[in-house]
């Protein structure tokens, strides 16, 4: 007689992948951050909390300004300089604004920096220069959103507010295979992760969002086998992780054309004025050029009589809502030449540290190469 084979019931097949996808849980969020979280100056790690080290709002509510629409690469070493420079809300508060905004150059979106300074003299009113706790309060200060409130709430005073940038946008999104595009889909990831916000750790829980969005649920090549939410993430389940979230196709860019007017005198000092101080690039240093316009032909007046020069290749910039295209001139002047009204004259040592925009570096380095670099040297 033959023994009987002994079989496992069908039930019991190894590697089937269950039909009802199990719940994420903060704790094993929590438990992968506790092990990977990212090193970053603004930053209180896992162990530093567990030391008692509390983040400071003051650092929280700056990197979170700082950070928004740009990298952590970008950020980190603005941020250094910023609390190296101004280490409480009271001295940012108590600093010139021409100052702040020449720090800020090269970070992009001015209007932040401008809100900076208006939060940064809210909050130095307040009793003791505190900043509120709860993000409704929060939210009444300048330049505060309902991100930047949840992050402060939760980061720098626990309160169990769901935190969503754009990282945790896509791991909710794929988490719970939402299809609705963004950014009609912000409502629905809120109301999806708040429940799962834990009560303790609330302001790790968001670092760990944010952390897992960055480095392993990333846009174009998630690392599916590394994430602590793989078995529950229903994109992976479905194989449509690189689907979602689903975003709403963009409108092109409408181009705007306008001219740069560089001015170099003898000495190596480069002709500015202050740009107004609302709207884009409000309060910034600019060197002096024409409106920016859909017209590619409209007149210009030089601000100095010269022999002027076009240089051969426009410069372009691409603004949130447009692109621009930039022609520049450049004229060299003598040194007794005095400065129009309402300009400044900007020694050629001193030029790096004004509170030039992007932009306009690339116009005066278009113009004059190595003008606008620290250790750059006048011929």
Known sequence: MHAKLACRPPTAKLNRIPDVAASPRSTDLLAWYDRHARRLPWRIGPKERRAGIRADP???????????????????????????????????????????????????????????????????????????????????????????????AAIAFGEPAAVVDGNVERVVARLFA???????????????????????????????????????????????????????????????????????????????YGTAFVVRRADGAILLRRRPPRGLLGGMSEVPGTDWSGNSKAESTKPVAGHWKTVASPVEHAFTHFSLRLSVERVEVAENIPAP????????????????PSVMKKAIEAAYPGATKPTSRQT
Not at 242 to 250: C, D, G, I, M, Q
Not at 341 to 356: F, I, K, V
């Open 341 to 356: 009204a309402d300009h400044w004259w900007a020694a050629a040592a001193t030029l790096a540290s004004e509170a030039l």
């Open 178 to 256: 939402i299809d609705t595009p963004l950014p009609e889909a912000k409502p629905l990831i809120r109301e999806k992760l708040q429940p799962m916000v834990p009560q303790e750790r609330a302001g790790e829980f968001a670092e760990a969002l944010m952390d897992l969005g960055a480095t392993i649920c990333t846009p174009k090549k998630p690392a599916c086998g590394l994430c602590p939410w793989s078995e529950p993430c229903l994109a992976r389940r479905e194989g449509r992780q690189l689907e979602l979230p689903v975003k709403t196709a963009k409108k092109p860019r409408p181009i705007r």
């Open 58 to 152: 003051y650092r929280v509510w700056l990197s979170e300004v700082m950070l928004q629409q740009t990298t952590v690469k970008a950020v980190a070493p603005y941020f250094e300089r910023f609390v190296s420079r101004w280490p409480s809300v009271r001295e940012l508060a108590a600093a010139d604004e021409s100052e702040i905004m020449a720090a800020w150059a090269g970070l992009g979106y001015y209007s932040r920096a401008r809100n900076l300074i208006a939060c940064a003299r809210a909050v130095a009113a307040r009793p003791d220069a505190r900043f509120p706790e709860r993000s409704e309060e929060l939210t009444r200060l300048p330049g505060v959103g309902t991100y930047t409130s949840a992050a402060i």
